[in-house]
C-alpha cells in the first residue's frame, strides 16, 4: 500500500520562502505522476506542480498562480518530490497535498485531484505579516 509522507510548511511572511517535500513508500512503479495540489479556506482544491516521468522522460507542470515562483524538483527512483516556494503571497496560503498516480498521466488529467490515486494529509502554510 503506497503512503506519502509529507514534511515542511508553516508560517512565512510575504516575499518569504518555504520549502514542501513528499516521499511515497510502497511504490515500486518506473513510471508515475507525482506533486502537489492545495485548498485555501472556502476554496476549490487547487492544482499546483507536478512531475510526470516515464523511465528517464521526465516533464514538469505548473500553475499558472505559481509560474515562476514554484518550483517542483524529484528523485523518480525513490518516489520523492520536493517543492521549493519563492516569493510567497498571502493567497498561497493553503493546505498543501502530495499526490501521486501510479502511472503517467496524459496531459489533460493531471489538473484535476481525481485522477490521483494517493493523496498525503496536508500540510498548513500561512503566508502573513
Known amino acids: 500500500q503506497v503512503q506519502l509522507e509529507e514534511s515542511g510548511g508553516g508560517l512565512v511572511q510575504p516575499g518569504g520562502s518555504l520549502r514542501l517535500s513528499c516521499a511515497a513508500s510502497?511504490?515500486?512503479?518506473?513510471?508515475?505522476?507525482m506533486g502537489w495540489f492545495r485548498q485555501a479556506p472556502g476554496k476549490e482544491r487547487e492544482f499546483v506542480a507536478v512531475?510526470?516521468?516515464?523511465?528517464?522522460?521526465?516533464?514538469?507542470h505548473y500553475s499558472d498562480a505559481v509560474k515562476g515562483r514554484f518550483t517542483i524538483t524529484g528523485d523518480t527512483a525513490k518516489n520523492t518530490v520536493s517543492l521549493q516556494m519563492n516569493s510567497l503571497k498571502p493567497e498561497d496560503t493553503a493546505v498543501y497535498s502530495c499526490?501521486?498516480?501510479?502511472?503517467?498521466?496524459?496531459?489533460?488529467?493531471?489538473?484535476?485531484?481525481?485522477?490521483?490515486?494517493?493523496w498525503g494529509q496536508g500540510t498548513q502554510v500561512t503566508v502573513s505579516s
Open positions: 512531475i510526470r516521468w516515464s523511465g528517464g522522460n521526465r516533464n514538469y
Open positions: 499526490v501521486v498516480a501510479s502511472s503517467r498521466l496524459i496531459l489533460s488529467r493531471i489538473w484535476s485531484g481525481e485522477n490521483y490515486d494517493h
Open positions: 510502497g511504490r515500486t512503479s518506473s513510471s508515475g505522476t
